[in-house]
Every structure is written in structure tokens, then in C-alpha cells.
């Protein structure tokens, strides 16, 4: 059986904004930082054979956090995990681009899977990257993964585990630090054991996950 545990970063001062982030690399707020210390201690006693991470600030500090508690798990970065590149438009206000660019409006946006942000990154690019990084750690097969990435990166990467449409991912949430479980058993059947998981952030959660 091998586990991958999906982790988006944390709280950072654009999605406070509510400001289109991509690949800008803004760091955590200090709630974000907050959060990357509970997710971590809630994971130190969870068997994680490998964490892999996206090379930006505000993952980063997520995969340290859980490198702490597993000194024996690799850290690897990949650019292939990084969020979908907004191009230009990164650090606008939601509202102004949802105005200005009806294709990227949330619920809308997984059904244009070609449209180009201006200077972006399209959908089937990242889904490419999403291909291409499963092909990378099909040698970890039997071991349990964790992937500190970003929400775009992840509902791609679920999609593709579970072979679902892109237009269904718009009744998905993930939110910052959550942590979304799957299985795939050796006949290459995934399960869904956790999605969108913030126990964590609950200050009377017991630290015994799943």
C-alpha cells in the first residue's frame, strides 16, 4: 500500500488579501507559522518514508515542520510541485480578476483547462507537471509520501489519483494546511481516507491521527 498525504501551505498575508499568489513567493504569516508548528507535531506520529516539497518559502516552512519530528525522511524540492502560474495577474484582488477574466473565476476555471492567464501557466501544464511528478516517485511505491504543495497542484494531483473530471474539483475544498489522505493498494486502486483535514488547528484535538 502506498500513502500519499497532500499538504497545502500555510497562511500567508495574500490569502488574507485575497490576492492570486501562483508562484509569488510570499512567505507564511505568523498564524501560517502557527499552523505549519501544530501540523507538524500532529504528524510526528505518523510512519512518513519521504517528504517532498515546492521550492517556495511558504511550503518549505510546512516540510521543515514535519521534517522535524522524521530526521530520517529525505526532504526533496521539486519545482514540479510548484502552484499554477498566474502570470501576470499574480497579486491581484480576487474580485478584480474574477471581473476581468470570467474563465478564472473558481467554480468556473476547471472547465477551461487551455485558457492561458496572460504570462501564466494553463491547467493542462500543470496537469502535465502533476504526470510527470507521479512517474518521479513511482519508485516510492510501498512507502508513505508526504507532498507539501499548493491548492491548484493538489486538487490536479487528486484528480488525476482518482481519474475524476477537472470540472468536479470545484466542490472541493483545501484549505491552508490541510491535509488530504490517499491510498493505492498494489492492483493500483486509490482510496480517499482524509479530505481537507484540519484537525491540527482544533486545540483540543488529540495528537493520535487517523
Excluded: C
Excluded at 497545502?8 to 485575497?18: F, P, V
Excluded at 486545540?203 to 491521527?209: F, M
Amino acid at each position: 500500500m502506498t500513502t500519499y498525504i497532500l499538504i497545502r501551505h500555510g497562511e500567508t498575508s495574500w490569502n488574507k488579501d485575497e490576492r492570486l499568489m501562483g508562484i509569488t513567493d510570499v512567505p507564511l504569516t505568523k498564524k501560517g507559522i502557527e499552523q505549519a508548528r501544530r501540523l507538524g507535531k500532529y504528524l510526528s506520529k505518523i510512519n512518513i518514508d519521504r517528504i517532498y516539497t515546492s521550492p517556495l518559502v511558504r511550503t518549505l516552512k510546512i516540510a521543515k515542520a514535519i521534517k522535524r519530528y522524521h530526521k530520517k525522511a529525505p526532504l526533496i524540492k521539486s519545482d514540479l510541485l510548484l502552484e499554477r502560474s498566474f502570470g501576470n495577474l499574480e497579486g491581484w484582488k480576487y474580485q478584480d480578476v474574477n471581473n476581468s477574466f470570467p474563465t478564472l473565476v473558481y467554480s468556473q476555471t476547471w472547465k477551461y483547462k487551455y485558457f492561458q492567464p496572460p504570462g501564466g501557466e494553463r491547467i493542462v501544464e500543470v496537469q502535465d507537471r502533476v504526470r510527470l511528478f507521479l512517474k518521479a516517485i513511482e519508485s516510492s511505491r510501498n512507502n508513505t509520501i508526504a507532498i507539501v504543495s499548493h491548492g491548484v497542484f493538489i486538487k490536479i494531483m487528486f484528480a488525476a489519483l482518482l481519474s475524476i473530471p477537472l470540472p468536479s474539483l470545484s466542490s472541493y475544498r483545501i484549505d491552508n494546511t490541510s491535509v488530504t489522505v490517499l491510498t493505492k493498494n498494489n492492483e493500483g486502486k486509490v482510496f480517499v481516507e482524509r479530505i481537507n483535514m484540519l484537525d491540527h488547528l482544533d486545540t483540543i484535538t488529540s495528537h493520535n491521527p487517523w
